[in-house]
Structures are given as C-alpha cells and as structure tokens.
C-alpha cells in the first residue's frame, strides 16, 4: 500500500502574550486558527508576535502587522481567521469541520455583545441585557440541536465561538464579577465540553495573560 504523504507544514503568527513575548497570547481569533489545525491534525510551525515590537520580518510580510496570518507553505501570506480557516477546511477536508450554511452564524453576536458590555461604563444602557440575549438564543439553538452548534459533531462554528466565550468567562469575571447565569445550563455545559478539549488546553492563553490583554481596553 502506497504511503499517504503528510501535509507539508505550515506556519503561523499569532499574538505573544502582553510582557512575555515567549508565550502565546490572548486573541481569540489566532486561537480559533490553532484549534481548527490541531483538530485537523495539520502540522504546523508557530511564530510569536509581541504586537507592541512587531519584528521588521512580520511588517514585510503582513504590512498591516495583523495577526494570526498563515503560510500554507507557498510563500503566501494569508490574514483574517474566517478566510484561513475556509482555506484550511478546503486543503485538508479530514476530519470535516464544515458546518452547515443555516446554523453558521448561530452565536455570532456573542463576541461583540461581549465586548460593548465589557466597555460600558453605564449600568442602564442596556449592554448587558444584549449579551444576555444573545446567549439565551445559543442557549435555545443548543436545546433544539446541541450538544454542540451541529448537534453531535463538532465544527467550525464550536471552535469560532469557544475561545470568545472563554474570554467572556474571564474578563467578565475578572472586571465586572459577572459570569454566564446558571440558568443557561446548555451554554454551561456546551462550555466545560470545549473547553476542557485538548487542543483546546494546547492552543489557550493563561487565564492572567488574557486580563492583561483586556485591561487597556476595558479601562480606556
């Protein structure tokens, strides 16, 4: 039997973490990235970013200093994690991490809910209702269909929205001592599942690395 040739590795910047450019991160679209590949059992070669120094190498690659941005091996550098995780999905189609056309924008506001409510300095204008809108309708859409976005299997959808909602567990913890209600026992469970994931764990930054990631903005 012919012997199956294995990708050729790719290689990928993503975010160092604030003070210790050694160590990976907090952003959660390179971690998405990272997921997808490891999930993929793609190999992969990681080049830390500190996004405070961005090395001259980074600037003439990715002039816009954007991270993550992925070399599939060709030389060319691709941005933006939807479009690298289609790419990724397309060149290595196993396992399938497609999710289905109806059900990929389920959660979508999350993030962005998250974030303004995050910022806000002003308890009536109505962030933090918002998040919590968004998250009882993933909570409803996982009633109906979960336990993950696509019922049983895990996809592109679970590993955009996992390393956001981890952020959101923390920062909101963390800056304003509010957490996912208890209530929403889909969201929580839907949450200890991703997140306890190997790859998972492997691609995470530490939990202190993403405080500080978040301090200047939330204090701005």
């Known amino acids: 039997m012919a012997d199956v040739a294995s990708p050729e590795p790719v290689t ?9 450019p050694d160590v ?4 959660p679209f390179c971690q998405r990235v990272l997921l997808t590949l490891e999930e993929k059992n793609v190999p992969y070669e990681l080049k830390l970013i500190d996004l405070s120094e961005k090395p001259q190498w980074f600037l003439e690659i990715n002039p816009e200093g954007k991270v993550p941005v992925i070399d599939f091996g060709d030389g060319k550098w691709v941005q933006d994690s939807d479009v690298i995780t289609v790419i990724i999905e397309e060149k290595y189609p196993n396992p399938s991490l497609v999710t289905p056309p109806e059900y990929a924008t389920v959660g979508s506001k999350i993030f962005s809910s998250f974030v303004k409510f995050l910022r806000s300095k002003d308890p009536s204008d109505g962030s933090e209702q918002a998040l919590a809108d968004e998250l009882h309708a993933l ?24 390393p956001k ?49 978040w301090g200047p903005k939330v204090n701005a």
């Open 139 to 162: 909570e409803d859409h996982l009633k109906d269909h979960g336990p993950f976005v696509n019922g049983e299997k895990i996809s592109a959808a679970d590993f955009s929205l996992a």
């Open 24 to 27: 990976l991160g907090d952003c």
């Open 165 to 213: 909602l981890f952020h959101l567990e923390v920062t909101l913890g963390h800056f304003k001592g509010w957490s996912v209600p208890e209530n929403l026992t889909c969201v929580q469970n839907y949450m200890k599942e991703l997140f306890s994931k190997d790859s998972f764990i492997k691609t995470g930054a530490a939990k202190e690395h993403i405080i500080t990631g």
């Open 12 to 20: 990928v910047c993503v975010k160092a973490a604030a003070g210790a």
